[in-house]
């Protein structure tokens, strides 16, 4: 039993003397480490260095986003910078609207509201995208806003109009040569004011590289979405328009200016009488127009004011084929329509003035047109 506990207190002995060198080993490698670096550390406040940390490098920084400046004035269409503003943001943009000045803008619609910009066209910072939105403004080519979209262009990656906002982009001069479109019932003035762009309609985005155009209103939200996919790829695209809820189908054919009613000129309101209300339904190769008119003519003078509106109208410049319009009275108060559109397709169709027996001051002008091959 004693020579157990001696052998124990041996061994206890010994595990006390090991610790006791490495303590000794390890206070000295310390001290000389520190005498190794406190020259390295002098040196380094002496000249304003910082010693250097090693960081993990796969947390390396994030790159600045991308900055987004879209153009506000008064009476810009609300959806029009809202919808491009709303994808920008969750795609995690930093978006900006700029102006002439920073008073505030009054929009489109209804009373208006004021939105009041956060930067200049003197002092806004260099845009990666710029965003022209439409509305009751079209820019000059000798405005300040045209000065400045020339200017951005020049260094950013994409620049964009929404719905008109083509009109203010084409009087940059960016757009010649180029594809474009814009709202529906703008295609024809764009392609007469513009001859040197290849305006297009049945395209609710159009892609010429670093321009792009879109077509009206929402079609902008469409376009902003694209210019993320372009940018981010698609599936960045796809989660932002979940975020927003929105139904993007990029390729679903749906273009507004490829509808029917294309190919129904507007006539003169004031030939027939006041303007109550109108309804109006169909899709790319059938229309129906409908229009409550109060008047003062008589039912067949009004017939024949129409008629002769018509023939007018399909005279001018259109998508309809020159001369293929003619108009053959079928009753009282009933014509049928019959033309080509500039593809060769044959169109027709039936004018019809219907009486209110409630109001004799009254009438239904009714229009319908479908394509025949």
């Given at each position: 039993m004693s020579?157990s506990i001696?052998?124990l207190g041996?061994?206890?002995l010994?595990?006390?003397?090991?610790?006791?060198?490495?303590?000794?080993f390890?206070?000295?490698?310390?001290?000389?480490?520190?005498a190794?670096l406190?020259?390295?550390?002098?040196a380094c406040?002496?000249f304003?260095f910082?010693v250097?940390?090693?960081?993990?490098?796969?947390a390396?920084?994030?790159?600045?986003?991308?900055?987004v400046a879209?153009?506000?004035?008064?009476?810009?269409q609300?959806?029009?910078?809202s919808?491009?503003?709303?994808?920008f943001a969750d795609?995690?943009?930093?978006v900006?609207?700029?102006?002439?000045?920073?008073?505030?803008?009054?929009?489109?619609a209804g009373?208006g509201?004021?939105?009041?910009p956060?930067?200049?066209?003197?002092?806004?910072?260099?845009?990666?995208i710029?965003v022209?939105?439409?509305g009751g403004?079209?820019a000059?080519?000798n405005?300040?806003a045209?000065?400045?979209?020339k200017r951005?262009?020049?260094?950013?990656?994409h620049?964009?109009?929404v719905?008109?906002g083509a009109?203010?982009?084409?009087?940059t001069?960016?757009?010649?040569?180029?594809?474009a479109?814009t709202?529906?019932?703008?295609i024809l003035?764009?392609r007469?004011?513009y001859?040197?762009?290849k305006?297009?309609?049945d395209r609710?985005?159009v892609d010429?590289g670093?321009?792009i155009?879109?077509?009206?209103?929402s079609?902008?939200?469409?376009?902003?979405l694209?210019?993320?996919?372009v940018?981010?790829?698609?599936?960045a695209?796809?989660s932002v328009?979940?975020?927003i809820?929105?139904?993007?189908?990029?390729?679903?054919g749906?273009v507004r200016g490829?509808?029917?009613?294309r190919?129904i000129?507007?006539?003169?309101p004031g030939?027939i009488?006041d303007l109550?209300t109108?309804k109006?339904?169909?899709?790319?190769d059938?229309?129906?127009k409908a229009?409550?008119?109060?008047?003062?003519l008589?039912a067949?003078?009004l017939?024949?004011?129409v008629?002769?509106?018509?023939?007018k109208?399909?005279?001018?410049d259109?998508p309809?084929?020159?001369?293929s319009?003619?108009?053959?009275?079928?009753?009282?108060?009933?014509?049928?329509?019959?033309?080509n559109?500039?593809?060769?397709?044959?169109?027709q169709?039936?004018?019809?003035?219907?009486?209110i027996?409630a109001?004799?001051?009254?009438?239904?002008?009714?229009?319908?047109?479908?394509?025949?091959?």
């Amino acid at each position: 039993m004693s020579h157990s506990i001696n052998h124990l207190g041996t061994v206890a002995l010994f595990v006390s003397r090991t610790f006791d060198v490495f303590r000794t080993f390890d206070a000295s490698i310390r001290a000389s480490l520190r005498a190794a670096l406190l020259p390295v550390a002098a040196a380094c406040a002496f000249f304003s260095f910082s010693v250097p940390v090693f960081a993990d490098p796969s947390a390396a920084a994030a790159p600045a986003p991308k900055k987004v400046a879209i153009l506000i004035f008064d009476g810009v269409q609300i959806i029009d910078y809202s919808g491009p503003y709303e994808v920008f943001a969750d795609a995690g943009y930093d978006v900006f609207a700029v102006a002439a000045t920073q008073r505030p803008v009054i929009t489109a619609a209804g009373d208006g509201e004021k939105i009041v910009p956060k930067y200049t066209f003197a002092d806004a910072p260099q845009a990666d995208i710029v965003v022209i939105p439409g509305g009751g403004y079209e820019a000059p080519s000798n405005s300040t806003a045209v000065a400045w979209i020339k200017r951005e262009h020049a260094h950013d990656q994409h620049t964009m109009s929404v719905c008109n906002g083509a009109f203010t982009l084409a009087n940059t001069g960016l757009l010649d040569g180029l594809s474009a479109t814009t709202t529906a019932g703008n295609i024809l003035r764009l392609r007469q004011t513009y001859p040197k762009i290849k305006v297009v309609n049945d395209r609710r985005v159009v892609d010429n590289g670093k321009i792009i155009t879109t077509a009206g209103l929402s079609a902008g939200i469409d376009g902003a979405l694209h210019m993320v996919a372009v940018l981010d790829g698609e599936d960045a695209a796809q989660s932002v328009a979940l975020a927003i809820e929105y139904n993007w189908q990029p390729d679903n054919g749906y273009v507004r200016g490829a509808m029917a009613d294309r190919l129904i000129p507007g006539i003169d309101p004031g030939v027939i009488g006041d303007l109550i209300t109108a309804k109006r339904k169909g899709d790319k190769d059938h229309w129906e127009k409908a229009t409550w008119f109060k008047t003062k003519l008589s039912a067949t003078e009004l017939f024949g004011a129409v008629q002769t509106a018509y023939e007018k109208a399909y005279a001018a410049d259109g998508p309809w084929s020159p001369g293929s319009f003619h108009m053959d009275s079928s009753g009282p108060l009933t014509a049928a329509l019959h033309f080509n559109d500039r593809d060769g397709h044959h169109w027709q169709g039936t004018l019809t003035v219907e009486l209110i027996t409630a109001d004799v001051h009254q009438i239904v002008l009714r229009v319908v047109t479908a394509r025949a091959d």
